[in-house]
């Protein structure tokens, strides 16, 4: 066996806390290390998990370590009535069914609590630092913003953690993303989704293949927590199944007194656990990247995959120049998808929607900063612009602050929470051709419906676009 | 689990990288509430397409897929692996795989066999001239035989071991009931509950 290093990466840290059963030689070959889960999340597209605990006579091992949320198939508006798809509402009736039958806690649509689970855990404070945290979803990155090692799982996988509150996994090789600048601070209305849509052009959707990222160096230092929490949100996008900050005083802060977080001695307790989460000097990483962010503008993508992006001033690119002869089919695939000439600049292109929300970017942050560009202007005329609080409680934060009203006033739609345009499972979906600015995680083809034409960009660019028409940046406005 | 040791079918060169499985099972698919019946969901946009290499007719009844890089990027959806193994496949290769989809193939049965970006050039051009070659995959001695070409592939040994016992996780993991009790007594009381709280 290879010699371990004895100063450990934050992911190894975590890693080792939560090893119940060492991996060990198994029929001649060495089984993964079975991992102990401290929270599970699901939500209505794993009903087949609950059919394999009852064909094997399972129960679920620990319910109040679980927590189900109705929001991937959700409409977002009407919801005092029934789900008017049929399929979605039997979807929805199973989760209710099974949740009840197995004692799991479970916020159904319209509730105070409920939202996007990746929201919701955060904001509750279900999601703490040295946690493992996992969900049938693989935007469960997001929670490693506050120093958790949260990653997305298949359907059998959630039966898994069901019935043993446990997961074997093969060990993740580690990768460092160093994000910094001269003063630690971002250029005005560069967003840490503009990092993350450029770590992405810069290693590719498989450049975390295999990973965990750890996010570090000054700017991520001076990151809000959300903020992290879109950075780490994107980690699958770069393929790599987590992504994590350690801890520090902006996450204990973020943290105290939320409804999970415990208070007094055990709160004290936690504090000083959460001292020793960050990575060894001297731990060694398989994969180093540096990201310098004075220059950084906005991102924008073009193409049907998150790495094919340019800033907002450029121009779609011409296949021809690509990397490989792979990269070029690819581009060219995207070009004709897309609708998109070589050359054509990305401020002039046209969109009809815009959608604002997801996991990635439908927190009260996003909405404010959002809020600000439309303050006493109107949608552009043509467009259809979606707010989507992702969580009833950020819908509640934001109506408290007068920024529905903003929203409203401009001529866009205030939605309650879920999914949405992300995933197209509800029914608000592009038709075909029609062109979204999207302040969600993926642009592949029929993502927002099918023949949608899907454009990633940040909340401030959402809604400079909606008002001017065109993609923008909040610069672009005249007063 | 159904078990795994060698399979002999008609392979079919996808060539494109970067399959997201949002192209292989849409997500309008996922709504449904059944484990089982998603062989029409599968590629449902590409199949559109008269010229989708799965619409000519060699091709249409084929059990091994031969995918460019980055197979299965995207969402954790297992309804992918369902898709495929519905249709009929019952192994991809491709010169690499995305994490989820690759542990989700493994957890269902359907092999997914890493070959070099080589290997897999000189099978789309195997399979491009003479549609409906049949593809032999032996994973006891992890090997792809098509005519007279004949590489390795790559596939972890614990996954491997799994698909030749035919062997479920789960009942596994249950072996070690004991020692997640014995977890689950030293765990921090700090730690959070989903229980309702009112705050």
Same mark, same amino acid.
């Given at each position: 066996m290879l010699a371990v290093n004895p100063r450990r990466t934050l992911a190894q840290k975590i890693w080792d806390r939560h090893v119940v059963v060492p991996g060990r030689e198994v029929g001649g070959v060495m089984s993964p290390d079975l991992l102990y889960v401290d929270v599970h999340l699901l939500h209505e597209l794993s009903p087949q998990a609950f059919d394999g605990l009852r064909l094997a006579g399972r129960r679920v091992r620990r319910p109040e370590l679980t927590l189900a949320i109705e929001d991937h198939n959700v409409p977002t508006k009407d919801i005092h009535l029934p789900i008017a798809d049929a399929v979605a509402r039997a979807q929805v009736?199973? *989760?209710?069914?099974?949740?009840?039958?197995? /004692?799991?806690?479970?916020?159904?649509?319209?509730?105070?609590?409920?939202?996007?689970?990746?929201?919701? /855990?955060?904001?509750? $404070?279900?999601?703490?630092?040295?946690?493992?945290?996992?969900?049938?979803? !693989?935007? =469960?990155?997001?929670?490693?913003?506050?120093? %958790?090692?949260?990653?997305?799982?298949?359907?059998?996988?959630?039966?898994?953690? *069901?019935? =043993?509150?446990?997961?074997?996994?093969?060990?993740?090789r580690n990768m460092a993303v160093t994000i910094? !600048?001269?003063?630690?601070?971002?250029?005005?209305?560069?967003? #840490?989704?503009?990092?993350?849509?450029?770590?992405?052009?810069?290693?590719?959707?498989?450049?975390?293949? $295999?990973?965990?990222?750890?996010?570090?160096?000054?700017?991520?230092?001076?990151?809000s927590m959300e903020a992290r929490m879109t950075l780490?949100?994107?980690s699958i996008e770069a393929g790599a199944r987590a992504g994590l900050v350690a801890p520090d005083e902006v996450t204990f802060e973020y943290l105290a007194g939320r409804p999970h977080v415990s208070t007094g001695a055990p709160w004290r307790q936690a504090r000083e656990n959460w001292a020793t989460l960050h990575t060894d000097t001297g731990a060694s990483f398989d994969r180093e990247v540096e990201l310098d962010v004075d220059l950084l503008e906005p991102m924008v993508t073009w193409g049907t995959?998150? !790495?094919?992006? #340019? =800033? *907002?001033?450029?121009?779609?690119?011409?296949?021809?120049?690509? %990397? #490989?002869?792979?990269?070029r089919l690819s581009a060219e695939h995207a070009l004709r998808y897309m609708g998109l000439e070589p050359g054509t600049m990305m401020r002039s292109i046209q969109i009809d929607r815009v959608f604002l929300g997801s996991c990635t970017n439908g927190r009260i942050e996003d909405l404010r900063a959002a809020a600000d560009v439309m303050r006493r202007r109107r949608v552009a005329p043509g467009v259809v612009m979606l707010v989507v609080p992702g969580s009833m409680r950020v819908k509640a934060q934001a109506e408290a602050e007068g920024l529905d009203a903003?929203?409203?006033?401009?001529?866009?739609?205030?939605?309650?929470? /879920?999914?949405?345009?992300?995933?197209? *499972?509800?029914?608000?979906?592009?038709v075909p051709g029609e062109r979204c600015a999207s302040t969600s995680n993926r642009n592949f083809e029929g993502r927002q419906g099918k023949g949608g034409r899907t454009h990633l960009v940040s909340p401030v660019v959402a809604a400079a676009t909606a008002i001017r028409g065109t993609l923008s940046r909040p610069e672009d406005l005249a007063d | 689990m159904q078990a795994f040791e060698t399979h002999r079918g008609i392979g079919v060169p996808l060539r494109r990288s970067n399959v997201d499985t949002d192209q292989i099972v849409a997500a309008q698919f996922l709504k449904r509430i059944t484990r089982t019946g998603y062989d029409d969901a599968l590629f449902y946009a590409?199949?559109?397409?008269?010229?989708?290499?799965?619409?000519?007719?060699?091709?249409?009844?084929g059990t091994v897929l031969v995918a460019g890089p980055n197979f299965g990027t995207g969402s954790s959806r297992e309804h992918a692996v369902w898709a495929?193994?519905?249709?009929?496949?019952?192994?991809?290769?491709?010169?690499?795989?995305?994490?989820?989809?690759?542990?989700?193939?493994?957890?269902?049965?359907?092999?997914?066999?890493q070959c070099g970006q080589a290997d897999i050039e000189h099978l789309w051009a195997i399979l491009e001239d003479r549609p409906g070659t049949e593809v032999d995959v032996d994973l006891v001695h992890r090997t792809v035989v098509a005519d007279t070409f004949r590489c390795g592939f790559d596939i972890d040994e614990y996954t491997r071991w799994r698909l030749l016992e035919g062997l479920d996780d789960i009942g596994l993991s249950l072996r070690? +009931?004991?020692?997640?009790?014995?977890?689950?007594?030293?765990?921090? +009381?700090?730690?959070? +509950? +989903?229980?309702?709280?009112?705050?």
């Amino acid at each position: 066996m290879l010699a371990v290093n004895p100063r450990r990466t934050l992911a190894q840290k975590i890693w080792d806390r939560h090893v119940v059963v060492p991996g060990r030689e198994v029929g001649g070959v060495m089984s993964p290390d079975l991992l102990y889960v401290d929270v599970h999340l699901l939500h209505e597209l794993s009903p087949q998990a609950f059919d394999g605990l009852r064909l094997a006579g399972r129960r679920v091992r620990r319910p109040e370590l679980t927590l189900a949320i109705e929001d991937h198939n959700v409409p977002t508006k009407d919801i005092h009535l029934p789900i008017a798809d049929a399929v979605a509402r039997a979807q929805v009736d199973a *989760l209710r069914r099974n949740c009840e039958h197995f /004692g799991i806690p479970l916020f159904r649509m319209g509730e105070r609590e409920q939202g996007i689970v990746h929201v919701v /855990g955060p904001q509750l $404070g279900l999601t703490q630092p040295g946690m493992l945290v996992v969900c049938g979803d !693989s935007h =469960t990155a997001t929670h490693g913003a506050l120093g %958790a090692f949260a990653f997305g799982i298949g359907t059998s996988e959630v039966e898994h953690v *069901l019935a =043993t509150q446990t997961l074997p996994m093969a060990p993740f090789r580690n990768m460092a993303v160093t994000i910094t !600048s001269r003063d630690g601070r971002l250029p005005p209305n560069v967003t #840490s989704k503009d990092i993350a849509l450029a770590l992405i052009a810069r290693v590719g959707v498989n450049g975390g293949q $295999g990973h965990v990222i750890e996010y570090r160096g000054n700017v991520v230092r001076g990151l809000s927590m959300e903020a992290r929490m879109t950075l780490c949100n994107m980690s699958i996008e770069a393929g790599a199944r987590a992504g994590l900050v350690a801890p520090d005083e902006v996450t204990f802060e973020y943290l105290a007194g939320r409804p999970h977080v415990s208070t007094g001695a055990p709160w004290r307790q936690a504090r000083e656990n959460w001292a020793t989460l960050h990575t060894d000097t001297g731990a060694s990483f398989d994969r180093e990247v540096e990201l310098d962010v004075d220059l950084l503008e906005p991102m924008v993508t073009w193409g049907t995959d998150p !790495s094919q992006c #340019s =800033t *907002l001033s450029g121009a779609v690119p011409d296949p021809a120049f690509s %990397a #490989s002869p792979a990269q070029r089919l690819s581009a060219e695939h995207a070009l004709r998808y897309m609708g998109l000439e070589p050359g054509t600049m990305m401020r002039s292109i046209q969109i009809d929607r815009v959608f604002l929300g997801s996991c990635t970017n439908g927190r009260i942050e996003d909405l404010r900063a959002a809020a600000d560009v439309m303050r006493r202007r109107r949608v552009a005329p043509g467009v259809v612009m979606l707010v989507v609080p992702g969580s009833m409680r950020v819908k509640a934060q934001a109506e408290a602050e007068g920024l529905d009203a903003i929203f409203l006033a401009a001529g866009a739609q205030w939605r309650a929470a /879920g999914c949405s345009m992300c995933v197209g *499972l509800s029914a608000d979906l592009l038709v075909p051709g029609e062109r979204c600015a999207s302040t969600s995680n993926r642009n592949f083809e029929g993502r927002q419906g099918k023949g949608g034409r899907t454009h990633l960009v940040s909340p401030v660019v959402a809604a400079a676009t909606a008002i001017r028409g065109t993609l923008s940046r909040p610069e672009d406005l005249a007063d | 689990m159904q078990a795994f040791e060698t399979h002999r079918g008609i392979g079919v060169p996808l060539r494109r990288s970067n399959v997201d499985t949002d192209q292989i099972v849409a997500a309008q698919f996922l709504k449904r509430i059944t484990r089982t019946g998603y062989d029409d969901a599968l590629f449902y946009a590409w199949r559109q397409d008269a010229g989708f290499v799965l619409n000519q007719e060699p091709f249409r009844p084929g059990t091994v897929l031969v995918a460019g890089p980055n197979f299965g990027t995207g969402s954790s959806r297992e309804h992918a692996v369902w898709a495929l193994m519905d249709y009929g496949f019952r192994v991809v290769l491709s010169a690499s795989f995305a994490d989820i989809f690759r542990g989700n193939a493994g957890k269902s049965g359907l092999l997914a066999g890493q070959c070099g970006q080589a290997d897999i050039e000189h099978l789309w051009a195997i399979l491009e001239d003479r549609p409906g070659t049949e593809v032999d995959v032996d994973l006891v001695h992890r090997t792809v035989v098509a005519d007279t070409f004949r590489c390795g592939f790559d596939i972890d040994e614990y996954t491997r071991w799994r698909l030749l016992e035919g062997l479920d996780d789960i009942g596994l993991s249950l072996r070690h +009931t004991d020692a997640i009790a014995a977890y689950e007594s030293a765990r921090d +009381t700090w730690l959070p +509950t +989903t229980a309702p709280v009112n705050r």
